[in-house]
């Protein structure tokens, strides 16, 4: 029997590693000594009061921003390690507003590919577009005649055109009403189950956080403060933790 190689291993269990990451802006500490794992294939959700530095974190992730001191780890590879480009097709990332850009369903969905001078074919934008739901939406539709819960689909699947290993949210589903809300849960549950996508979901919900998330991170203050299997948050240890989730911060 060859006995696998302990890389692999790591690569399988760790989707992104973080060892003591600070990040600040003149003088002013966002992130202070982010450690911990993010297991691949699973949804983590990260949660904490406004300020908390999560979107900050997110930005790490996807190289928008780089960390003052400290180490990332994507899949086991150094960030560094990765050309800017190479890293955003692994490391997609959709935000609270839907942003498009002027034009059709097909002009937003081929953005992507037409950024690096490639060609999005009609079955995989078909493809995709059934994924996420708009499988009845015509291609030549326009974006700004399609409900808010539309666009965020399809800033999905625009996401998804590079078919990235690793998926960042980033409160998607925050200005939607409770219909499309859920229809974006079980999207992104699908996304996981399917391809086995890791998610990092940013969400303010913590039922949300509890319904679809296999783990959560609590950030306060610039600190990973605790983490756990999702359930946690009905019983959190840490005495801040709990004033947040009863409401007591925000």
């Known amino acids: 029997m060859v006995e696998k190689d302990v890389t692999d291993l790591t690569v399988e269990k760790n989707a992104v590693t973080f060892e003591k990451v600070d990040y600040s802006v003149e003088g002013i500490h966002i992130l202070q000594q982010i450690t911990g794992e993010v297991a691949a294939g699973n949804i ?9 530095g999560k979107t900050t974190l997110f930005k790490l992730c996807n190289g928008l921003q780089s960390p003052n001191s400290g180490s990332i780890y994507i899949q086991n590879h150094h960030i560094d390690s990765y050309d800017p480009i190479d890293l955003r097709r692994k490391v997609g990332i959709a935000l609270q507003n839907a942003t498009m850009i002027n034009g059709t369903i097909w002009t937003n969905l081929e953005l992507p590919l037409k950024l690096q001078s490639k060609e999005l074919s009609e079955d995989r934008a078909s493809e995709l577009l059934n994924l996420v739901g708009l499988e009845e939406a015509a291609f030549q539709k326009k974006t700004k005649d399609l409900s808010g819960g539309q666009q965020q ?6 996401t998804l055109v590079n078919q990235p290993d690793i998926l960042l949210l980033d409160e998607i589903t925050s200005s939607l009403d409770s219909v499309s809300r859920q229809d974006i849960e079980e999207l992104i549950a699908n996304i996981n189950q399917e391809y086995g996508t890791t998610i990092l979901w940013i969400t303010h919900n913590l039922q949300q956080a509890l319904d679809i998330g296999d783990d959560t991170w609590v950030m306060m203050d610039g600190e990973v403060v605790e983490t756990g299997p999702s359930h946690f948050l009905k019983n959190p240890k840490n005495d801040r933790v709990k004033q947040f989730v009863r409401g007591e911060i925000e």
Not at 153 to 158: E, G, H, M, P, V
């Open 44 to 52: 983590t959700t990260v949660v904490g009061p406004s300020g908390a």
């Open 153 to 158: 689909k399809l800033s999905i699947a625009r």
